[in-house]
């Protein structure tokens, strides 16, 4: 596929002869798990239960469906779903087809929407009508609008003028065979450059990943998984996650939200056995327990997308009653886990250790050399399932990555004597606010486009939540007489304005005289991030 970057020949080869690459396809994975146990329940939607076989069924009907209005393989389709059974129908049905679903979050908008429509040329959308108080119909409208690539708008609900996905079940249909050394899906970056990263990942790999996450974690039919984070984030999707559960012929129970009083009950009811938090939730449901009932099913927690600290690690155990796994991964492709009888420390103090014998890491200084055992560095990281490059960005992809095929991270870490991995931060300019993760120079260009903004600086301040938020730092074009409250206001309802998803709005908002800058006349974040223990005037 043009834009994309495959692995070496030689070690594909590899791959394969190490059995890493099973060539199976991921609609063909849960064919084999549906034939293995149909009756199963295979998810858990509000008052819907789906077995296997209904699943595997719907599936197949809806590729069908879509293959007669025209999607065909290889075609980009943006699929933003929240947390419902149509997430996982839709997603099999394109993996079945051979179209690529390209995985938006809910909290996307037309800034990112309208980004992966232009870039992947997108034939079509698949949204909800509404969700969380949001109607997703006027933001297909937009984008759509500005996309000449996108022919078709696919409703999950009242679909007005659009096409409703109820509509599109017809009888199953012969398809051309998928390869399983395609491209099966895109992921998102966070990215770090103002430009969200496209992250397309192959059947052979991505299979690779879940199939040993789940083997690693534990999973097996008797798997009760609540998808509490929204499914299409990498880290509950793959991490074994959603994926990983279906693979082993588990049970997936969707939460509409990860809130504490809707988790809860949705563990107890549905006796969940494991489920996957951000570092910032996790801390809220260990506020929260004391004051509900014990989750007794619950065997295990998984925090990712941001380094827990070491106080909150020790109170899992205590507070939810069930062992904590620590997991460190990116969409790019290296997951790290701490191990099920692991040492309290290690589970504590790190974030794991790569999945496959054949995850090469390396810690590095600035210049690419290796530094000393246990010293702090730069994570470079090749592997039979992290990328070589990121879809259509060529000039990204010769700094992204060595010319020897490593990736560079952006994450500075440490490795213990065992081996495993202490992330100490990030060395790239980019925000993890709950695990969202927020370009800063994105933001910056938007403020920049406010007539009254000279120059902006976003910096991450620390969080006892959220592990990070964002605080802007404005240098205005001119004096204002408006006061700094209102001013503050207005900035954040012009990012709203320009689509700007809710999680990259600034928390906080400074105003300066003037951004300090470096020798080199670069403005000097290191200083603002100072600055900020020191009162100002702030919203």
């Keep these: ?57 719907r599936a197949d009907r ?26 996982f129908i839709a997603c099999f049905a394109l993996f079945r087809l051979g179209a690529i679903p390209v995985m938006a979050l809910p909290a996307h908008r037309s800034a990112e929407i309208g980004f992966f429509a232009e870039t992947t040329g997108a034939t079509a959308y698949v949204i909800a009508d509404r969700h969380g108080g949001f109607d997703y119909r006027t933001l297909a409208r937009d984008v759509q609008a500005r996309s000449p ?68 974690c534990g999973f097996d039919a008797e798997t009760v998984y609540l998808a509490a984070l929204p499914v299409s984030h990498n ?114 103090q790190t974030q794991g250790c790569p999945i496959s014998p054949d995850d090469e890491v390396r810690v590095v200084d600035d210049n690419d050399a290796d530094v000393p055992a246990g010293e702090t560095g730069h994570l470079l990281t090749r592997g039979p399932y992290t990328i070589r490059g990121y879809y259509k960005a060529a000039e990204h992809n010769a700094r992204a990555f060595t010319a020897d095929g490593f990736y560079r991270t952006g994450d500075r870490v440490r490795l213990t004597p065992e081996g495993y991995i202490v992330v100490e931060g990030r060395s790239k300019d980019q925000i993890n606010r709950g695990g969202e993760k927020i370009a800063a120079e994105e933001v ?44 503050a206001l207005q900035l954040k309802t012009h990012l709203q304005g320009r689509g700007l998803a809710a999680y990259k709005i600034p928390d906080r908002i400074e105003f300066v005289d003037a951004l300090p800058l470096t020798a080199l006349g670069k403005v000097s974040k290191e200083t603002l991030r100072r600055q900020l223990a020191q009162p100002a005037h702030s919203v």
């Design 235 to 348: 880290f509950p999707l793959s991490s074994p996650g959603t994926l990983g559960t279906l693979c082993v012929g588990g049970t997936i129970v969707l939460a509409r939200d990860p809130a504490p009083e809707t988790a809860f009950p949705l563990i107890t009811t549905h006796q969940v056995t494991v489920t996957a938090l951000v570092p910032a939730l996790a801390l809220l449901w260990l506020q929260a327990a004391p004051q509900h009932a014990p989750l007794a099913s619950l065997r295990m927690l998984q925090v990712g997308g941001a380094r827990l600290s070491a106080e909150a690690a020790r109170k899992v155990k205590p507070l939810l009653g069930c062992q904590l796994q620590q997991v460190f991964g990116m969409a790019e492709g290296l997951v790290n886990y701490t191990r099920n009888g692991d040492p309290d420390d290690l589970v504590i």
């Design 62 to 87: 809806l590729a069908a469906g879509f293959a007669r209005l025209g999607i065909a393989p290889q075609d980009r389709v943006i699929v933003q779903l929240p947390n419902i059974a149509e997430y």
């Design 1 to 57: 596929m043009e834009g994309f970057t495959p692995w070496p020949a030689e070690a594909a080869a590899r791959y394969r002869e190490l059995g890493y690459w099973r060539g199976e396809t991921l609609g063909a994975m849960l064919a084999r798990v549906a034939r293995q146990f149909p009756g199963r329940t295979a998810l858990i939607c509000g008052k819907r239960h789906l077995s296997y076989h209904y699943l595997d069924e």
């Design 149 to 216: 690539s996108l022919q078709h708008v696919i409703v999950v609900g009242d679909a007005a003028e659009f096409t409703g996905l109820d509509t599109l079940y017809v009888e199953p249909a012969t398809l051309a065979n998928v390869d399983a050394s395609q491209v099966a899906l895109m992921q998102l970056s966070g990215g770090s450059t103002g430009t969200p990263k496209l992250i397309p990942r192959t059947h052979d790999d991505y299979l690779y990943s879940v199939i040993e996450s789940a083997r690693i």
């Design 444 to 487: 910056e260009n938007h403020l920049l486009a406010h007539p009254q903004v000279r120059n902006a600086a976003l910096v991450a301040m620390p969080d006892d939540w959220l592990g990070e938020k964002s605080c802007a730092f404005i240098e205005l074009a001119a004096p204002s007489e408006t006061p700094a409250l209102r001013l």
